[in-house]
């Protein structure tokens, strides 16, 4: 996915141990946004940011964190991971917010046992 | 409550045959609405944007309609190729979550050669 990555692509934690999972861009686009992804379920928006520590929180932001302290980087954390939280995590970036299309990094598949 | 309904049941088509996917929503008035593409262990790619103004947007193969008394959009693949099987996503803007997408849980097309 030409310009925006995620790390890892794959974790597996204990229920309990912090977690956190990093986007990085090379767009220079203004918008970022986690989700997870669950089976039977649309995409589900956790945390978005509109600008440089400029973050707000999506539909299911309990038990998560972000930070933006540069343009290119976003950063989510799980405080305290619980097995709910498996799940499949995106970022995405736009450019202009919902007028644009979005795109997406490859995802990070993690597994809280 | 407020939904955006995608056939949760994949649908098989011939190959070289039109494909029609469905994206319904209650309660919502979308001034947008996008498609994506996602194909499996990746993220979703975004394919169409159409607007509440909007009837039909093409591209390429691609056509996607938008009947806002309705509620409802239609996505078409015409001469439908195996290489277009994947799970097509259907996502909306909402006033009510600062114009954030809000996204079906995706349709799987699968096309038989």
């Known amino acids: 996915d030409a310009g925006i990555t995620q790390s890892p692509r794959h974790k597996v934690t204990e229920t309990g141990t912090p977690v956190t999972l990093r986007c990085h861009q090379t767009?220079?686009?203004?918008?970022m946004y986690w989700y997870r992804q669950d089976p039977g379920h649309g995409l589900r928006l956790i945390h978005y940011s509109y600008g440089v520590k400029d973050t707000d929180k999506g539909e299911v932001s309990d038990g998560y964190s972000v930070s933006r302290s540069k343009t290119e980087d976003f950063l989510l954390t799980l405080e305290s991971a619980t097995s709910s939280q498996t799940s499949v995590y995106f970022c995405?970036?736009?450019?202009?917010?919902?007028?644009?299309?979005?795109?997406f990094g490859s995802g990070t598949r993690l597994t809280v046992v | 409550s407020q939904k955006i309904e995608q056939n949760s049941e994949a649908l098989n088509i011939q190959e070289g045959k039109t494909a029609t996917l469905t994206c319904n929503y209650t309660n919502y008035s979308p001034a947008y609405l996008q498609w994506y593409r996602q194909d499996p262990g990746r993220g979703p790619v975004f394919l169409l944007l159409?607007?509440?103004n909007e009837k039909e947007k093409r591209k390429e193969r691609l056509k996607v309609t938008f009947d806002t008394t309705l509620k409802q959009s239609l996505f078409h693949i015409t001469a439908s190729q195996p290489a277009d099987s994947a799970t097509y996503l259907c996502?909306?803007?909402?006033?009510?979550?600062?114009?954030?997408?809000?996204w079906g849980a995706g349709t799987k097309l699968i096309i038989k050669p």
């Open positions: 996502a909306l803007d909402h006033v009510d979550s600062n114009y954030q997408l809000i």
């Open positions: 767009e220079n686009h203004r918008y």
């Open positions: 159409i607007r509440e």
């Open positions: 995405a970036i736009s450019e202009s917010g919902a007028e644009y299309g979005y795109t």
